[in-house]
Protein backbone atom coordinates (compact mmCIF):
# COMPACT_ATOMS: atom_id res chain seq x y z
CA UNK A 1 0.00 0.00 0.00
CA UNK A 2 1.45 3.52 -1.17
CA UNK A 3 1.66 6.05 1.40
CA UNK A 4 2.43 9.81 0.94
CA UNK A 5 3.53 11.97 3.98
CA UNK A 6 3.71 16.05 3.71
CA UNK A 7 5.55 17.70 5.72
CA UNK A 8 6.12 21.91 5.45
CA UNK A 9 5.57 24.82 7.27
CA UNK A 10 1.89 26.46 7.32
CA UNK A 11 2.58 30.12 7.10
CA UNK A 12 4.64 31.78 4.54
CA UNK A 13 5.28 35.91 3.89
CA UNK A 14 4.79 37.44 0.44
CA UNK A 15 7.41 37.24 -1.79
CA UNK A 16 9.34 34.71 -0.19
CA UNK A 17 8.92 31.05 -1.12
CA UNK A 18 7.28 27.70 -0.47
CA UNK A 19 8.37 24.71 0.44
CA UNK A 20 7.16 21.31 0.98
CA UNK A 21 8.09 17.97 0.67
CA UNK A 22 6.40 14.56 0.09
CA UNK A 23 7.99 11.51 1.52
CA UNK A 24 6.80 8.22 -0.28
CA UNK A 25 6.32 4.87 1.16
CA UNK A 26 5.61 1.44 -0.87
CA UNK A 27 6.94 2.57 -4.33
CA UNK A 28 9.96 4.54 -5.83
CA UNK A 29 9.97 8.28 -6.95
CA UNK A 30 12.02 6.45 -9.81
CA UNK A 31 9.93 4.11 -10.70
CA UNK A 32 9.40 4.19 -14.29
CA UNK A 33 5.46 3.88 -14.56
CA UNK A 34 4.88 6.42 -11.83
CA UNK A 35 4.60 10.07 -11.73
CA UNK A 36 4.82 12.21 -9.11
CA UNK A 37 2.35 15.21 -8.50
CA UNK A 38 1.71 18.26 -6.54
CA UNK A 39 -1.96 20.02 -6.49
CA UNK A 40 -3.76 22.67 -4.45
CA UNK A 41 -7.29 23.40 -3.17
CA UNK A 42 -8.92 26.67 -2.86
CA UNK A 43 -12.30 28.20 -2.60
CA UNK A 44 -11.27 30.85 -5.27
CA UNK A 45 -9.10 28.18 -7.93
CA UNK A 46 -11.25 24.90 -7.08
CA UNK A 47 -8.52 21.71 -7.77
CA UNK A 48 -5.66 22.83 -9.48
CA UNK A 49 -2.58 20.85 -10.81
CA UNK A 50 0.52 22.46 -10.86
CA UNK A 51 2.81 20.15 -11.67
CA UNK A 52 4.61 16.68 -12.27
CA UNK A 53 8.07 14.77 -12.06
CA UNK A 54 8.26 11.46 -13.29
CA UNK A 55 11.43 9.52 -14.53
CA UNK A 56 11.91 7.46 -17.69
CA UNK A 57 15.05 7.05 -19.24
CA UNK A 58 15.93 10.61 -17.66
CA UNK A 59 13.61 12.90 -15.62
CA UNK A 60 11.19 15.01 -16.82
CA UNK A 61 8.71 17.80 -15.44
CA UNK A 62 5.58 19.25 -16.85
CA UNK A 63 4.18 22.84 -14.89
CA UNK A 64 0.98 24.43 -15.16
CA UNK A 65 1.15 27.75 -17.05
CA UNK A 66 -0.38 29.71 -14.18
CA UNK A 67 2.42 29.10 -12.07
CA UNK A 68 5.47 27.83 -14.82
CA UNK A 69 8.01 30.98 -13.66
CA UNK A 70 7.53 30.35 -10.41
CA UNK A 71 7.56 26.23 -9.78
CA UNK A 72 10.10 23.60 -9.48
CA UNK A 73 9.55 20.03 -8.38
CA UNK A 74 12.30 17.63 -7.74
CA UNK A 75 12.83 14.65 -6.69
CA UNK A 76 15.50 13.01 -4.38
CA UNK A 77 16.35 9.43 -5.00
CA UNK A 78 18.25 9.08 -1.83
CA UNK A 79 15.31 9.89 0.11
CA UNK A 80 12.57 8.53 -1.70
CA UNK A 81 10.40 11.63 -1.70
CA UNK A 82 9.93 15.42 -3.73
CA UNK A 83 9.45 18.15 -3.01
CA UNK A 84 7.82 21.80 -4.40
CA UNK A 85 9.23 25.23 -4.34
CA UNK A 86 6.63 27.83 -5.39
CA UNK A 87 8.86 31.07 -5.39
CA UNK A 88 7.51 34.99 -4.80
CA UNK A 89 4.17 33.89 -3.20
CA UNK A 90 1.40 36.72 -2.84
CA UNK A 91 -1.76 36.02 -0.83
CA UNK A 92 -3.60 34.02 -3.84
CA UNK A 93 -1.33 31.49 -3.30
CA UNK A 94 -2.97 30.39 -0.43
CA UNK A 95 -4.33 27.18 -0.56
CA UNK A 96 -4.58 23.84 0.73
CA UNK A 97 -1.69 22.01 -0.82
CA UNK A 98 -1.83 17.64 -1.58
CA UNK A 99 0.78 15.40 -3.30
CA UNK A 100 -0.56 12.87 -5.42
CA UNK A 101 0.72 9.94 -7.34
CA UNK A 102 -0.40 7.74 -10.01
CA UNK A 103 1.48 4.89 -8.74
CA UNK A 104 3.11 1.75 -10.48
CA UNK A 105 1.34 -0.22 -8.16
CA UNK A 106 -2.05 -0.11 -9.68
CA UNK A 107 -3.71 -0.10 -12.72
CA UNK A 108 -4.63 3.23 -12.18
CA UNK A 109 -4.99 6.13 -14.75
CA UNK A 110 -4.50 9.04 -12.86
CA UNK A 111 -3.96 10.26 -8.59
CA UNK A 112 -4.29 7.15 -6.74
CA UNK A 113 -2.66 7.87 -3.94
CA UNK A 114 -2.54 11.55 -2.02
CA UNK A 115 -1.24 12.85 0.51
CA UNK A 116 -2.73 14.47 3.93
CA UNK A 117 -2.83 17.75 2.51
CA UNK A 118 -0.82 21.20 3.99
CA UNK A 119 -2.45 24.41 4.71
CA UNK A 120 -0.52 26.80 3.45
CA UNK A 121 -1.22 30.63 4.47
CA UNK A 122 0.79 33.72 2.67
CA UNK A 123 0.91 36.78 4.96
CA UNK A 124 2.99 38.65 6.94
CA UNK B 1 -6.59 24.10 -21.23
CA UNK B 2 -9.79 21.78 -21.24
CA UNK B 3 -12.80 23.16 -19.31
CA UNK B 4 -14.78 20.34 -16.69
CA UNK B 5 -18.12 21.64 -16.38
CA UNK B 6 -20.38 19.67 -13.85
CA UNK B 7 -23.89 19.87 -12.80
CA UNK B 8 -25.73 20.44 -10.74
CA UNK B 9 -23.45 22.26 -8.28
CA UNK B 10 -25.37 20.27 -5.18
CA UNK B 11 -28.00 18.19 -4.83
CA UNK B 12 -30.23 16.52 -2.28
CA UNK B 13 -30.77 13.16 -2.33
CA UNK B 14 -33.12 10.91 0.20
CA UNK B 15 -31.11 7.31 1.90
CA UNK B 16 -31.34 4.39 -0.52
CA UNK B 17 -32.18 6.90 -3.66
CA UNK B 18 -30.01 7.48 -6.78
CA UNK B 19 -28.01 10.36 -7.37
CA UNK B 20 -26.72 11.26 -10.43
CA UNK B 21 -23.84 13.64 -11.12
CA UNK B 22 -22.58 15.11 -14.96
CA UNK B 23 -19.18 16.26 -16.47
CA UNK B 24 -19.20 18.35 -19.43
CA UNK B 25 -15.22 18.62 -21.07
CA UNK B 26 -14.94 21.56 -23.57
CA UNK B 27 -13.43 19.31 -25.69
CA UNK B 28 -13.18 15.13 -26.12
CA UNK B 29 -11.12 13.17 -23.74
CA UNK B 30 -11.38 10.02 -25.71
CA UNK B 31 -7.99 8.73 -26.12
CA UNK B 32 -8.05 7.18 -30.13
CA UNK B 33 -5.05 5.13 -29.44
CA UNK B 34 -6.55 2.80 -27.00
CA UNK B 35 -10.13 4.11 -27.13
CA UNK B 36 -10.36 4.74 -23.60
CA UNK B 37 -11.79 8.02 -21.95
CA UNK B 38 -9.14 9.89 -19.96
CA UNK B 39 -11.50 10.73 -17.36
CA UNK B 40 -11.66 9.84 -13.47
CA UNK B 41 -14.05 10.66 -10.56
CA UNK B 42 -13.11 11.38 -6.94
CA UNK B 43 -14.58 11.55 -3.71
CA UNK B 44 -13.73 13.88 -1.01
CA UNK B 45 -15.21 13.92 2.10
CA UNK B 46 -14.82 16.93 4.72
CA UNK B 47 -11.34 17.67 6.21
CA UNK B 48 -9.55 14.27 3.72
CA UNK B 49 -8.04 14.89 0.23
CA UNK B 50 -9.80 13.63 -2.96
CA UNK B 51 -9.95 9.71 -2.94
CA UNK B 52 -10.23 7.91 -6.31
CA UNK B 53 -13.08 6.37 -7.33
CA UNK B 54 -13.43 5.61 -11.06
CA UNK B 55 -11.07 5.93 -14.19
CA UNK B 56 -11.04 5.18 -17.61
CA UNK B 57 -14.61 6.98 -17.17
CA UNK B 58 -16.07 3.73 -16.38
CA UNK B 59 -13.61 1.67 -14.38
CA UNK B 60 -14.26 1.55 -10.33
CA UNK B 61 -11.18 1.48 -8.20
CA UNK B 62 -10.40 -1.76 -6.55
CA UNK B 63 -12.06 -1.78 -3.17
CA UNK B 64 -15.28 0.66 -4.17
CA UNK B 65 -18.61 -0.13 -4.09
CA UNK B 66 -20.33 -1.09 -6.94
CA UNK B 67 -23.36 1.17 -5.49
CA UNK B 68 -21.11 3.64 -7.66
CA UNK B 69 -21.15 3.69 -11.77
CA UNK B 70 -19.30 5.88 -14.49
CA UNK B 71 -20.42 6.02 -17.61
CA UNK B 72 -20.14 8.36 -21.01
CA UNK B 73 -17.60 8.95 -23.89
CA UNK B 74 -16.29 11.78 -25.47
CA UNK B 75 -17.72 14.76 -23.76
CA UNK B 76 -20.43 13.91 -21.57
CA UNK B 77 -20.30 11.91 -18.55
CA UNK B 78 -22.04 10.66 -15.64
CA UNK B 79 -21.59 9.46 -12.34
CA UNK B 80 -24.10 7.49 -10.82
CA UNK B 81 -24.47 6.65 -6.74
CA UNK B 82 -27.31 3.75 -7.27
CA UNK B 83 -29.03 3.64 -3.26
CA UNK B 84 -27.10 6.88 -1.96
CA UNK B 85 -25.85 5.78 1.76
CA UNK B 86 -24.37 7.99 4.52
CA UNK B 87 -21.09 7.64 3.88
CA UNK B 88 -21.48 8.64 0.54
CA UNK B 89 -21.99 12.63 1.65
CA UNK B 90 -19.35 14.19 0.47
CA UNK B 91 -17.87 16.23 -3.12
CA UNK B 92 -17.09 14.88 -6.16
CA UNK B 93 -14.86 16.07 -8.80
CA UNK B 94 -14.43 14.63 -12.06
CA UNK B 95 -11.18 15.43 -13.85
CA UNK B 96 -9.80 14.57 -17.26
CA UNK B 97 -6.06 13.27 -17.85
CA UNK B 98 -6.28 13.79 -22.08
CA UNK B 99 -3.77 17.05 -22.13
CA UNK B 100 -1.67 18.86 -19.79
CA UNK B 101 -2.76 20.54 -17.72
CA UNK B 102 -4.99 17.96 -16.34
CA UNK B 103 -8.12 19.71 -14.90
CA UNK B 104 -10.81 19.53 -12.97
CA UNK B 105 -14.42 20.19 -12.56
CA UNK B 106 -15.98 22.79 -10.09
CA UNK B 107 -17.35 19.73 -7.40
CA UNK B 108 -21.05 18.47 -6.99
CA UNK B 109 -21.64 18.32 -3.05
CA UNK B 110 -23.87 15.63 -2.02
CA UNK B 111 -25.95 15.89 0.93
CA UNK B 112 -28.75 13.48 2.60
CA UNK B 113 -32.29 14.54 1.77
Known amino acids: QVQLQQSGPGLVKPSQTLSLTCAIS??????????WNWIRQSPSRGLEWLGR?????????DYAASVKSRISISPDTSKNQFSLQLDFVSPEDTAVYYC??????????????WGQGTMVTVSS | DIVMTQSPDSLAVSLGERATINCKSS????????????LAWFQQKAGQPPKLLIH???TRESGVPDRFSGSGSGTDFTLTISGLQGEDVAVYYCQQYYTSPWTFGQGTKVEIK
Open chain 2, 56 to 58: WAS
Open chain 1, 26 to 35: GDSVSSTSAV
Open chain 2, 27 to 38: QSVLYSFNNKNQ
Open chain 1, 53 to 61: TYYRSKWSH
Open chain 1, 100 to 113: AGKTSVTNSATFDV
